[in-house]
């Protein structure tokens, strides 16, 4: 067992873990310490000096994170004394702060509300000068805008550029009182996880751009869930805006932020998942629609009897079924139930779209942007049963072999284009089940209507093989339901 | 919504409360003793004694309505110089409102210094209870409800809901702008 060292802090005995410093053993066992400059993966560079503590026989405050206990040794953060060094070093951080939290939106979740109104705000200004003036609103890339006056000079976010990304387009200008963080000439903040700057920045010095002036940060609702993004299967918490739907454009889904998940994504997302959300609530279907021969809208019940029978009709040998990477663990099950043990269908198609196959890199973007092929592979699609490629599919259709297309959340018409509604036209049957239309949901005999991941809860399980749970943040639009019980439901009169 | 019935238990009367009797002198009593306090006062008042002043009846509607000075009617706007509202769209007020009738969306204002402003701000005068709370809440003085505009009426529910250009204007007279 590794060793470890006990000391107190406020009256508590802590064992600290070999190489761990006082804050970072506080942290881990839930106590408080102010801090801003450490970040657990970024390092801890003492600037901020907000976490100051007293150590006994000490001549003098000294910075929590850059100390290393020694066995027995007796440390204060919340005493008098090392709070009123705390309060200073806040109330320095203030000299020059626009104080700007009517119009900020890091307001209800900034490091430095939070800290003031936890007991080491000053509440009185002891400053006679007039504040600096720096750049406010500067846009910094595609994603992120900086405000210089909010800025606290922790320097997370230049250590995030030049630690993570890797791409170091940020640095510190000027010293002293006129420091500020910029660009570097001639660059722009566009890496591929740029977003996590905000993130990592305590303050509203950093913001996003998509999420400005769109809701209050009290407004939202935080759900667990996992990025659908890629196969990497970040752990994200989906930001929810219901309570006042004339808020941010009226749309559900207001951001996503990381959640810590160090065998997976550490602290971060990427820019893809992060922003990629914005069409969530477009394009949307809630009602089970019979759109041919006539046009109808149906109860689950007829539509479960007309789908169930017309899948029966012909061979199953001519019907061929496409799922996609979207379905979570619980959809394979069903979907496996209802086409391979019912059905015994032989054409599957669940190979990616050509935009599902994007960019990777070292740090989370993988690939595969489909985020749980990985539970098909469970059971047996990818590994016991093979999937069609969308041109071999095509040409089965045109020598007239498959008379009937089971298409769940994939738009054929968008990879075939032009060709795929002549196609699709000389299908005997074709059922579309998907959350949105698509192309492919005009030209459908029926129309299901199925949930999103917000709306539904699952599992996905990522490229490592890990299955990871999200919950459900959403009601279901209309008759919206998730595709396991559609597909439960066509089972069962089968 | 399902309404569900249930029986209210009503008290038992005795002899006194069915004769009606006790009650209709009670009230003659408290009509009395206002008209001969207020009847009191006026005359002392008239022979120089300096006690509180009697109550007077005001003919409203035909004589306009005294509010105190701290009265709360309906909600003013304030504005810049530029003509904009002087509300940031904090949404400070929309957070405190205990009757949830502030609707406010906001949008990128052309100065710097300004930053943010309202876009829309709407408030449902059919639901607000005047509580103040807004007025309180509001870090830069930017909602007030001292234009005494009590009389407050719309023949739709929509028409109680004021908005940006109508909550501007200072101490109209009479019912809601169209
Ligand atoms: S950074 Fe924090 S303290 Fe500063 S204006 Fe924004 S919310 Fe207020
Ligand atoms: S912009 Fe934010 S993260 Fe960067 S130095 Fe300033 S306060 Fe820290
Ligand atoms: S007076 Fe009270 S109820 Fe009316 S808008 Fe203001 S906070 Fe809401
Ligand atoms: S509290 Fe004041 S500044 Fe904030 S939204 Fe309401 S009226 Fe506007
Ligand atoms: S966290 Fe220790 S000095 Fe900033």
Not at chain 1, 239 to 259: C, D, E, F, M, Y
Not at chain 1, 354 to 377: C, S, T, Y
Not at chain 1, 390 to 410: N, Q
Not at chain 2, 56 to 78: D, W
Request: proline content about 6%; some cysteine.
């Amino acid at each position: 067992m590794a060793k470890t060292i006990k000391f107190t802090l406020d009256g508590r005995v802590i064992e600290a873990r070999e190489g761990e410093t006082v804050l970072q053993a506080a942290t881990r066992l839930g106590l408080l310490i102010p801090h801003y400059c450490w970040h657990p993966a970024l390092g801890n560079p003492g600037n901020c000096r907000m976490c100051n503590v007293e150590v006994e026989g000490a001549p003098k405050a000294l910075v929590s994170c850059r100390l290393y206990p020694k066995e027995g040794m007796v440390a204060r953060s919340a005493a008098p004394a090392p709070r009123r060094w705390q309060s200073a070093a806040l109330e320095f951080h203030l000299v020059d702060h626009p104080l700007d939290c009517p119009v900020c939106d890091q307001s209800g979740e900034c490091g430095l509300q939070d800290y003031y109104m936890n007991s080491i705000g000053r509440y009185r200004s002891s400053m006679r000068d007039n504040k600096w003036h720096m750049g406010k609103r500067m846009v910094l890339g595609p994603h992120i805008m900086l405000d210089q006056e909010r800025c606290i000079m922790c320097t997370r976010c230049t250590r995030f550029v030049d630690l993570i990304s890797k791409s170091h387009e940020l640095g510190i200008f000027g010293r002293g009182h006129s420091q500020v963080i910029d660009l570097v000439p001639g660059r722009v903040l566009d890496n591929p996880y740029s977003g996590c700057v905000a993130d990592v920045c305590p303050v509203g010095a950093l913001t996003d751009r998509d999420f400005r002036f769109q809701v209050r940060v009290w407004y939202l609702d935080w759900t667990d869930s996992i990025c659908p993004g890629c196969s990497r299967g970040c752990n994200i918490s989906a930001h929810t805006s219901t309570r006042r739907p004339w808020q941010n454009k009226g749309l559900r889904l207001a951001r996503v932020k990381p959640r810590y998940k160090p065998e997976v994504n550490g602290h971060w997302i990427c820019d893809e998942g992060r922003y990629g959300f914005l069409n969530y609530d477009s394009d949307r279907l809630g009602k089970v629609m019979r759109l041919k021969p006539s046009a109808e809208e149906l109860s689950w019940e007829a539509a479960a009897a007309e789908v169930s029978s017309a899948l029966r009709r012909k061979p199953a040998e001519g019907l061929a079924v496409m799922a996609s990477g979207r379905l979570s663990n619980e959809d394979w099950q069903a979907f496996q139930k209802l086409f391979l043990e019912k059905l015994n269908v032989r054409r599957f198609l669940f190979a990616p779209e050509p935009d599902q196959v994007g960019a990777e890199d070292e740090l989370l973007r993988r690939r595969d942007k489909a985020p749980n092929l990985e539970g098909g592979k469970a059971v047996g699609f990818g590994t016991r049963i093979a999937s069609m490629s969308w041109d071999s599919l095509a040409a089965d259709i045109e020598a007239g072999k498959v008379w009937g297309l089971y298409a769940v959340d994939r738009d054929p018409v968008k990879v075939w284009d032009q060709r795929g509604h002549e196609l699709l036209e000389r299908l005997d049957l074709l059922v579309y089940q998907g959350p949105r239309k698509g192309l492919t949901g005009e030209l459908a005999h029926y129309r299901l209507p199925a949930t999103d991941w917000l709306e539904e809860k699952g599992h996905f399980t990522n490229f490592q093989g890990l299955v990871q749970p999200y919950r459900q943040a959403l009601k279901p639009l209309g008759a919206a339901k998730p595709d396991w019980a559609i597909f439960e439901g066509l089972a069962a009169r089968l | 919504m399902a309404m569900l019935p249930f029986s209210v238990i009503r008290p038992r009367q005795g002899f006194v409360e069915r004769t009606y009797l006790w009650e209709a002198l009670h009230g003659l009593i408290v009509t009395f003793r206002h008209l001969f306090l207020n009847l009191g006062r006026h005359l002392l008042r008239l022979l120089g004694a300096r006690v509180a002043p009697g109550a007077v009846t005001i003919q409203y509607p035909e004589q306009p309505a005294v509010l105190g000075r701290r009265a709360r009617a309906r909600h003013f706007l304030l504005r810049r110089a530029d003509g904009f509202p002087r509300c940031t769209s904090c949404l400070l007020c929309e957070t405190i409102c205990p009757a949830k009738c502030i609707h406010i969306t906001a949008e990128e204002s052309p100065d710097v210094m300004v930053e943010k402003r309202a876009k829309s701000f709407d408030i449902d005068l059919g639901l607000c209870v005047f509580c103040g709370h807004c007025v309180e809440a509001c870090p830069c003085d930017a909602i007030h409800m001292d234009v005494d505009q009590v009389e407050l009426s719309s023949y739709t529910r929509s028409g109680m809901i004021w908005s940006l250009p109508a909550l501007m204007r200072g101490k109209p007279q009479g019912g809601a702008p169209s």
